[in-house]
């Protein structure tokens, strides 16, 4: 845009507003360029100096590459390059510290703006999550801060005014994207599969449950996207939701951005067999009833595929792939994208970049939050005299479990490189204290991160070697719990993930029986 004969165009000039400036840029595109930009892989245009606009996960911290290193930060520390890892918004609600969420927020977005200065991230992060965490067994709970609508209410407004608010009043820090809009809390690894499932909701458990986070995302957040799921409501694809997404979430809650599908989920199971349903079953009509029922942009191929040649038959109106495009390109303009790089703050890399990337301070930060939100259940006392936390330096100390020396197991689903992690297992740091007797996996087996033990915790033939270590002990201590991600044997149960619901709400496998076994 600085350069000639662009500047001379309106969507140039910085003076006027993000949608004049978004309606003049789509006035000089050609039909196959709006819908080349309509889908999380777009090209921009060249031509037209449109760069493309990338999006990333930042759920917990920034899920990208590594940057730069950076020596000798302001308080004294190296960092590694890589996004600071936060705690999941699972234990980041358990806090109940609306400050932390919004400094959480914050420190995440200062990272994105520094990630993608060097070009390792894009400005449209696909977070956060505030589905309802209703089933313990569900795979991406872990995601979520909970199951309370006000809690999650909260959160949503503290974290992405945190995350999309900054210094420089006139542009985006960067983009929050609230998901997955709407009733979305089953992978269905079991019989009906996520992309085919319909979520029956009457009225009451709509505006009295599902729905009051979505209105803080929208009222009080201001988050400037949404992320559509993949089910279906009552017989409706979520990303084919008219009523959901143009009537209530932009009419009735005043929300003011962009809606993109989950990935895949324009050409998923429930949206196809609605279509069938009733309309002409068409891939045309199908990408057509994404655009007008108010999902924007397309995470897949389908639009791209399909919203061409359904604009040319008479299918789609081109008018309304405008006003789609419009939603997206604007926030495009809102981000800088089209200003001189000195005039856009957040592109200073001497203010956002490697100094700001894993920072001391945000390291700090990340402590303090998982500090926050731990949850003690009981600390009592032994023998009548002082209670068993903290340890006494004294105490002899006895590792036991599955999850005694983990490390990616710690941080959950949805992160970057970490390589903290990898030397900062309990093991690692609790030896670093002394007077340990020693480890004991009690668990036998090869699935999970740790080769020494398995979280499913099949095979019990461990269990006398971690019981005889425990009595060498003042303290024994049992690491137990799940698995976030893939695992090589998914039959014990250990594992939640996304696309991965657990059958049982209880530890897998024979981790109790080592409990008992040990206590």
Request: proline share 4%; with cysteine.
């Amino acid at each position: 845009c600085q350069q000639p004969p662009l500047n001379k165009h309106p969507y140039c000039d910085p003076n006027l507003g993000a949608e004049e400036r978004a309606k003049d840029l789509i006035s000089r595109m050609a039909l196959v360029e709006k819908v080349l930009n309509l889908n999380n892989h777009n090209p921009g245009s060249k031509r037209l100096g449109l760069p493309n606009f990338q999006y990333s996960e930042a759920l917990h911290g920034v899920m990208a590459p590594c940057g730069a290193t950076a020596q000798n930060q302001f308080d004294g520390s190296n960092s590694t390059g890589c996004a600071t890892s936060f705690p999941h918004a699972l234990l980041l609600g358990s806090s109940f510290n609306r400050s932390l969420w919004s400094r959480v927020g914050e420190a995440i977005s200062t990272e994105g703006r520094s990630l993608n200065n060097q070009g390792n991230a894009g400005l449209a992060f696909w977070a956060p999550d505030i589905n309802l965490f209703r089933d313990p067994r569900w795979g991406r709970g872990q995601e979520t801060p909970g199951e309370d609508p006000f809690l999650n209410g909260e959160y949503v407004m503290h974290w992405s005014r945190g995350m999309q608010e900054g210094e420089q009043e006139k542009f985006l820090k960067v983009v929050s994207t609230g998901k997955h809009f709407a009733d979305y809390d089953l992978e269905g690894n079991g019989a009906v599969d996520r992309g085919a499932f319909n979520a029956v909701v009457n009225d009451q458990d709509q505006v009295e449950f599902y729905f009051p986070a979505w209105r803080a995302a929208a009222e009080s957040a201001h988050v400037h996207s949404v992320m559509c799921s993949y089910n279906a409501v009552n017989g409706v694809p979520a990303c084919g939701n008219d009523l959901f997404m143009n009537r209530v979430l932009r009419e009735q809650y005043q929300f003011d951005g962009f809606i993109v599908s989950d990935c895949g989920a324009i050409g998923d199971e429930s949206f196809h067999r609605y279509v069938q349903e009733h309309f002409n079953g068409s891939a045309l009509a199908q990408a057509a009833l994404g655009i007008t029922a108010g999902c924007d942009l397309n995470c897949g191929n389908f639009y791209t595929a399909n919203l061409e040649a359904a604009v040319k038959e008479g299918v789609l109106s081109e008018s309304d792939l405008d006003q789609a495009l419009e939603r997206v390109l604007k926030h495009y303009i809102m981000l800088g994208f089209l200003d001189n790089a000195s005039t856009v703050e957040y592109r200073d890399i001497n203010k956002y970049g490697p100094m700001q990337v894993d920072s001391g301070e945000h390291r700090a930060l990340a402590q303090s939050a998982a500090e926050q939100g731990m949850v003690l259940l009981k600390n009592d006392k032994v023998d009548g005299k002082k209670s068993l936390l903290p340890l006494d330096s004294a105490d002899k100390v006895a590792l036991i479990g599955p999850h005694f020396n983990a490390t990616e197991d710690m941080i959950s689903i949805y992160h970057g490189d970490v390589p903290l992690v990898q030397t900062h297992s309990p093991y690692q740091i609790i030896s670093k204290r002394g007077n340990v007797v020693g480890y004991a996996p009690g668990c036998v087996g090869t699935d999970g991160d740790d080769p020494d033990g398995s979280t499913g915790c099949l095979d019990t033939s461990g269990f006398g070697s971690a019981v005889a270590l425990a009595k060498k002990a003042d303290i024994a201590i049992v690491f137990v719990g799940l698995t976030p991600g893939q695992m090589k044997n998914d039959t014990s149960d250990a594992r939640e993930d996304e696309s991965w619901d657990r059958h049982i709400t209880g530890l897998p496998g024979h981790q109790e029986a080592l409990i008992e076994a040990v206590y």
